[in-house]
């Protein structure tokens, strides 16, 4: 029997929208207990500051994954030039509101929200361990590099951390088991940089230039998706990888919130 040859390989694509959606409905099957068992369902309170479309399109896409899920949406619209005090105020008396279990500030904020908590729920759902393994993390943002870092320490990966001035970075990548791509470069991790069957989670959302598209553009990850595919074990695909996931695991943070409170 002829063997395989490396050309032949290809990894295990991670569907974040099909994870995604799976959480949706568990989250649903347990508001559904909550509001059974204890009369309550958890709330979502998402404060919009400005009139920005992309901000007014995201809280909307917000307001509808809450009502597919039962968890009641708060809104709260505050023009452009309200005062930091004005809005610390608000976001105070929603904090007091015994209905709110969430409170999301849209200021706008990066839509990166919930992405680090998204990389390691995509990790586990697919069944990958992260305990004892290499992990690095492309990125040092704030945002996203550094919290998945350290949400990946707390899971006692070993966590090496590359970024722009790092004279080498390839080396790390290839010796590492686990690859959280979040530096805004497109497609500069190459294949070759990836070890052999690693789980690569591709968090960068880059426009390119495509003129074959309508848009005139494409949307492409931190990594080169197709030499990739190659090499590594499983890989999350741009878009439709980590970018579902962060309205699902704002859902879940809310849907936690309201259970301390409801479950006592």
């Known amino acids: 029997m002829a063997s395989s040859s490396p050309s032949d390989h290809k990894a295990t694509i991670i569907d974040g929208k099909a994870i995604a959606q799976t959480i949706r409905s568990e989250i649903a099957a347990e508001v559904r207990h909550l509001s059974e ?81 998204g990389c390691l729920e995509l990790l586990s759902r697919s069944g990958i361990s992260v305990k004892g393994k290499n992990a690095v993390v492309v990125g040092r943002s704030n945002i996203v590099g550094l919290p998945v870092a350290l949400l990946l320490l707390k899971a006692d990966a070993t966590v ?53 598209r309508k848009s005139g553009y494409r949307l492409v990850g931190d990594v080169d998706f197709h030499e990739a595919c190659k090499v590594a074990g499983w890989i999350t695909p741009v878009p439709g990888g980590v970018g579902p996931m962060t309205v699902a695991m704002l859902l879940k943070n809310t849907l936690e919130g309201a259970k301390r409170i409801i479950v006592q």
């Open 37 to 117: 068992q204890y009369g309550k369902v958890p709330g979502l309170a998402v404060v919009i500051v400005g009139t920005r479309k992309d901000s007014q399109s995201y809280v909307s896409m917000k307001r509808k994954a809450c009502a597919e899920v039962g968890i009641k949406s708060f809104d709260l619209d505050l023009p452009e030039d309200v005062s930091q005090s004005d809005l610390i105020c608000k976001v105070h008396e929603l904090n007091a509101n015994p209905d709110v279990h969430g409170i999301l500030v849209q200021l706008p904020l990066p839509k990166h929200i919930n992405e680090e908590k």
């Open 160 to 212: 090496t951390i590359v970024h722009s001035r790092s004279s080498e970075p390839e080396k790390a990548i290839r010796e590492a088991d686990i690859v959280i791509a979040a530096a805004g470069q497109p497609m500069m991790i190459k294949g070759s940089w990836i070890k052999p069957g690693a789980a690569v989670i591709d968090v960068g959302t880059n426009a390119v230039d495509d003129r074959s």
